[in-house]
């Protein structure tokens, strides 16, 4: 019992700060995601190959890249030319809203008057981060082909809480063993509602539609 009353206030504080955070991010105008996956799902590869065309698209983005240790992936991210601010937890596994707060604070003085879209890249668990609102418009969960079509019914809360999904490294698929419709059915079967897009950062495949979906996001949250 003692547990569970000093989650839920955990939680509670970091939910006022959240919603904090929900209203200075609208004031920017910003539609807001917090990416989620496993270490090796491919995260940070497909933020980079997602951040080149939302920028060629004539989107404004930044980013906020969570990470245990180092500033490896922040680095990549900085390279595409899009405004980023890492935090290193530490040890933490995962970004909360004050971590996030924080770190938009930081990014401010780099970005435009107003930007389409805010992109949180939550560090690489699928079990904390699920029960952390730090703030966003919407969780996506990625899972890749190589991790096994279970995995949904392993990690069910942040399927749960995730209403879009990218199955990533799909040019792999001619050498799995792997049912790509059985992990869509398993995805379905804990949020009937979510969106799916299977995708390749790297043939591209799959991308225009991802792309499309963060465009459309962006236009509705701006009207």
């Excluded at 006022?16 to 990416?35: D, L, P, Q, S, W």
């Excluded at 180092?70 to 900085?78: G, M, P, S």
């Amino acid at each position: 019992m003692r547990e569970i009353a000093v989650e839920k206030k955990v939680l509670g504080a970091n939910d006022a700060v959240a919603a904090r955070n929900r209203r200075v991010f609208a004031e920017k105008g910003a539609y807001v995601i917090n990416m989620i996956s496993s270490p090796g799902t491919g995260k940070t590869t497909t933020l980079e190959a997602t951040l080149g065309r939302l920028v060629a698209s004539g989107l404004s983005v930044a980013v906020i890249e969570g990470d245990v240790q180092t500033r490896n992936d922040a680095d990549r991210v900085e390279a595409t030319g899009v405004p980023v601010e890492a935090v290193i937890t530490g040890g933490a596994c995962h970004l909360d809203a004050q971590m996030v707060g924080k770190a938009y604070s930081n990014l401010l003085p780099k970005l435009p008057e107003t930007l389409d879209l805010l992109i949180v890249e939550n560090v690489g668990n699928l079990v904390c981060p699920s029960a952390y609102d730090v703030g966003e418009d919407e969780k996506v969960a990625l899972v890749s082909v190589t991790e096994g079509e279970d995995k949904p019914l392993k990690y069910p809360s942040l399927f749960n809480a995730a209403n879009t999904c990218l199955v990533t490294k799909i040019d792999l698929l001619p050498h799995l063993d792997f049912d790509f419709n059985l992990l869509v059915r398993n995805i379905k079967s804990i949020n009937p509602n979510a969106s799916v897009f299977p995708i390749s950062a790297k043939t591209g495949e799959g991308m225009e539609a991802w792309i499309s979906y963060l465009g459309g996001r962006c236009a509705k949250d701006a009207g």
